[in-house]
């Protein structure tokens, strides 16, 4: 039989929907009767007691909001009634006691990843061209399309073809609202590719490196160095003015900072130093093809399960999120760190309400305390622009069931799982102990990815529930759906479905343990990604001002 609502936590003082319940229905749970005052939409909640201006409100065990004036059992949370709140937080000793899940099924379970002199093992193996100031996106893009289009990496053939279509129609005089006849098909997408070992050449374009305060191109030179010394990436190309903030030392200092014994191919040119534009790009692509053929005598090794590390990431939350996806990501997560592996949770804003449980699993005291402070001077940042993390709900989160930040920060913090948190990393800072870390970063999809990205993450897992096609340019990001309906809508973005869970098919625990499969396979390159299967490369650098 098909659960109808969900009590999460015992001191919960609301009851979610799981399905629409209409206005005068008798509810039934644990033994009380609720009649309901107003109709209440799936991922909406509802109150399970008379509520009184400035009552607390609990879900997920913690304070979510207040109510702003009386509400009757039975009656619809929503923006009008319900306000954000969340507990204060401090510095206290640790004394966490972790159980970690039952991993002895994966004794001796291996991906195949491209194994670096380092040790650390990509999932992917990429060329990166990198612009130093975005007076070279143009170039960039010119090279894109030219590499893309001959050696197989391109994936609009079917749109150019459809476009084709149309032109014939035009030309004919046919009817062009009858032009769609043809399927739009789609090519192997990687039969087609010359360099059958490199999985992809990607473009980290962007608005930086000039103009904007000389810390903006600061951060952004610590940024696009983690890029280029990131595991997934076997080879890079730079293409630099010349008169920009962002000089090509400065990014060759911050790439020998981060990795002193950086040995991957790496190519600069600079293009006031340069005959021509043609002369720039005709000598980048040969020099990065002659680079191709070399990256391309890498192939896959076996490689434990402890060299993986994952990004965990929400975006078009719903009120499904921190039931289905959130919660079977983060039993993903702590088997993961079980198995030896690295967890990045990032999206501090998105932690708001979740801070206290989230101190008291940091196992270092300097952590702990690090962690107060970033969330601290990052809200602060936000109220003295007018805002602050309890803005952080978009529209479409709250028309779908998060109602204050708290419920949307404290369902997002369970794609973290429970185990303790050995490290907290502000952005670009790359994660160097393995087990769980926090990453400072907004909860902006894509600055979050890119954020993720640059501290070392070699997938992402990312939940959603009114479906987004954000990816990122080096890691492959893989699409967790909230909810059956969603996945059969937005099945071309969809990787994985946690429906079931809602549904009562699966358990959290079954469900993170077919995720960890996924990423198995991901990271072995059989099975390709959505977002990778479509270039969603997409990259946007923090400025560090104030982003939600």
């Not at 994966?106 to 194994?115: I, K, P």
Request: one cysteine or more.
């Amino acid at each position: 039989m098909i659960t109808r609502i969900l009590k999460i936590h015992p001191n919960d003082n609301v009851l979610v929907a799981l399905q629409d319940l209409n206005k005068g229905e008798t509810i039934i749970h644990d033994g009380h009767t609720y009649t309901l005052q107003d109709d209440i939409h799936a991922k909406h909640k509802f109150f399970m007691q008379d509520m009184h201006i400035g009552d607390p409100i609990m879900m997920y065990g913690v304070l979510v909001g207040k109510a702003q004036h009386f509400i009757p059992q039975g009656g619809l949370m929503d923006t009008e009634n319900t306000k954000h709140a969340s507990d204060p937080f401090e510095f206290r000793p640790y004394h966490y006691e972790w159980h970690a899940p039952d991993v002895s099924k994966y004794e001796g379970r291996t991906f195949n990843g491209y194994v670096r002199p380092d040790g650390r093992v990509g999932t992917a193996n990429y060329w990166l061209f990198i612009p130093t100031v975005f007076c070279e996106n143009r170039n960039l893009d010119v090279i894109r399309e030219a590499l893309h289009n001959e050696l197989g990496y391109a994936v609009t053939d079917k749109y150019k073809s459809y476009t084709h279509q149309l032109v014939d129609a035009y030309k004919n005089g046919e009817n062009l609202a009858e032009a769609d006849t043809a399927g739009l098909g789609q090519a192997n997408p990687v039969a087609s590719r010359v360099f059958k070992n490199v999985d992809g050449i990607k473009f980290l374009n962007h608005q930086g490196g000039c103009g904007g305060t000389r810390q903006d191109a600061a951060v952004l030179s610590k940024l696009l160095s983690a890029y280029a010394d990131h595991p997934n990436v076997a080879g890079v190309t730079v293409l630099s003015l010349g008169c920009q903030n962002l000089q090509v030392q400065d990014f060759m200092d911050d790439l020998k900072a981060r990795n002193p014994h950086f040995d991957k191919p790496l190519f600069i040119f600079e293009q006031q130093q340069s005959q021509s534009e043609e002369q720039l790009v005709k000598d980048a692509i040969r020099k990065t093809f002659l680079g191709l053929v070399e990256i391309n005598k890498i192939e896959r090794q076996p490689a434990p399960l402890s060299k993986l590390v994952i990004g965990v990431k929400c975006g078009g939350s719903d009120g499904f999120s921190g039931i289905s996806a959130n919660p079977a990501v983060g039993y993903t997560s702590d088997l993961v760190v079980a198995l030896g592996g690295t967890i990045l949770l990032a999206e501090f804003p998105e932690l708001c309400g979740a801070e206290q449980q989230l101190i008291d699993r940091t196992k270092d005291e300097a952590a702990a305390r690090k962690f107060i402070m970033l969330m601290t001077s990052y809200n602060n940042a936000a109220l003295n622009a007018g805002s602050g993390f309890h803005m952080n709900p978009s529209p479409g989160n709250i028309k779908d069931g998060l109602i204050t930040d708290a419920i949307k920060s404290t369902g997002a913090a369970k794609k973290g799982g429970t185990s303790p948190v050995e490290d907290v990393l502000d952005y670009t800072e790359p994660a160097i102990k393995s087990g769980l870390n926090l990453v400072c970063t907004p909860g902006n999809d894509v600055e979050a990815t890119t954020g993720k990205a640059a501290s070392g993450a070699t997938l992402i897992l990312f939940t959603t529930g009114l479906g987004t096609p954000t990816g990122n340019p080096i890691c492959p990001t893989i699409k967790v759906s909230t909810n059956n309906a969603l996945t059969k809508r937005m099945s071309d973005i969809i990787d994985i479905n946690t429906g079931p869970v809602i549904e009562g098919e699966k358990t959290i625990e079954e469900m993170g343990e077919d995720i960890l499969e996924y990423c198995i396979k991901a990271a072995s390159g059989e099975v390709i990604p959505k977002s990778v299967l479509l270039n969603q490369d997409d990259f946007i650098p923090w400025k560090r001002g104030v982003s939600l």
